[in-house]
């Protein structure tokens, strides 16, 4: 065998370096596993652009959680796992006013201000193991009959379309806030559902199952945009 022929052979039977990457989706019942639905968690290792990488996702979605909830488990089910990227979507929870409870609550559940504390302990506290921060703001919702006869008072507008955002809105503002302070990347999931309803014959009602969480096309949308992010991260 000539040398240049040897050469080639050589190049060509060198098995492809895969690299391993652990992903850790953190986050309230947007994120958790629902039924059969495809969520954005499953489809991250089924995306074209990630297959070059050896993934492991762990879904760390927990229903009802706000971030004070989920900072008591954060260790158990975020840091042991010593991830690569860590994606952090909370606030529909922290938000929420229980109006239904006799008597009425009148203030969130979590203020905005600790909001932003727990969310920046999330962040630096997975940053000193090396893991790369995605934040995510929540979706937005819209009304349904369940949720008016359960929310349907102050401070939420129920004859406005955005009025169970009333809100959530100034949670969304506050992640984006702490991504551009914390320069960490924002997959802004309450804006681009917004631009969404914009446009015509589109409705954020259709991206929604049940006024709150993602459906199929919903999830579809978010794992898009946090493939872009994650392939940015993992490419370096």
Same mark, same amino acid.
């Given at each position: 065998?000539?040398?240049?022929?040897? @050469?080639?052979?050589?190049?060509?039977?060198?098995?492809?370096? &895969?690299?391993?990457?652990?992903?850790?989706?953190?986050?309230?019942?947007?994120?958790?596993?629902?039924?059969?639905?495809?969520?954005?968690?499953? #489809?991250?290792?089924?995306?074209?652009?990630?297959?070059?990488?050896?993934?492991?996702?762990?879904?760390?979605?927990?229903?009802?959680?706000?971030? %004070?909830?989920?900072?008591?488990?954060?260790? #158990?089910?975020?840091?042991?796992?010593?991830?690569?990227?860590?994606?952090?979507?909370?606030?529909?929870?922290?938000?929420?006013?229980?109006?239904?409870?006799?008597?009425?609550?009148?203030?969130? *559940?979590?203020?905005?201000?600790?909001?932003?504390?727990?969310?920046?302990?999330?962040?630096?506290?997975?940053? %000193?193991?090396?893991?790369? &921060?995605?934040?995510?703001? =929540?979706? =937005?919702? *819209?009304?349904?009959?369940?949720?008016?006869?359960?929310?349907?008072?102050?401070?939420?507008?129920?004859?406005?379309?955005?009025?169970?955002?009333?809100?959530?809105?100034?949670?969304?503002? %506050?992640?984006?806030?702490?991504?551009?302070?914390?320069?960490?990347?924002?997959?802004?999931?309450?804006?681009?559902?917004?631009?969404?309803?914009?446009? =015509?014959?589109? %409705? @954020?009602?259709?991206?929604?199952?049940?006024?709150?969480? =993602?459906?199929? #096309?919903?999830?579809?949308?978010?794992?898009?945009?946090?493939?872009?992010?994650?392939?940015? @991260?993992?490419? #370096?």
């Amino acid at each position: 065998m000539g040398c240049l022929a040897f @050469i080639l052979l050589v190049v060509f039977t060198v098995p492809q370096v &895969v690299a391993e990457a652990t992903i850790v989706a953190f986050g309230d019942s947007t994120t958790a596993t629902r039924g059969q639905l495809n969520i954005y968690a499953k #489809r991250l290792a089924a995306a074209p652009t990630l297959q070059p990488f050896d993934l492991k996702i762990i879904n760390a979605g927990v229903g009802g959680n706000n971030t %004070s909830l989920a900072s008591k488990r954060f260790d #158990r089910d975020v840091l042991r796992h010593h991830a690569d990227v860590v994606i952090i979507q909370f606030g529909i929870n922290d938000a929420a006013v229980d109006v239904w409870r006799t008597p009425p609550a009148t203030l969130p *559940r979590i203020s905005l201000q600790q909001f932003e504390v727990n969310l920046e302990h999330f962040i630096t506290a997975a940053q %000193s193991q090396g893991a790369q &921060v995605i934040l995510m703001t =929540p979706n =937005p919702m *819209r009304w349904t009959s369940q949720l008016k006869t359960l929310y349907g008072k102050a401070p939420y507008a129920v004859n406005e379309p955005n009025g169970f955002n009333k809100l959530l809105v100034k949670y969304a503002a %506050s992640v984006r806030k702490l991504a551009n302070t914390q320069q960490v990347p924002l997959v802004d999931i309450y804006q681009v559902f917004q631009d969404y309803n914009k446009q =015509p014959n589109q %409705s @954020i009602d259709t991206l929604l199952l049940d006024g709150m969480h =993602p459906n199929d #096309r919903g999830h579809q949308i978010i794992a898009k945009l946090l493939v872009r992010e994650i392939a940015k @991260i993992l490419e #370096r």
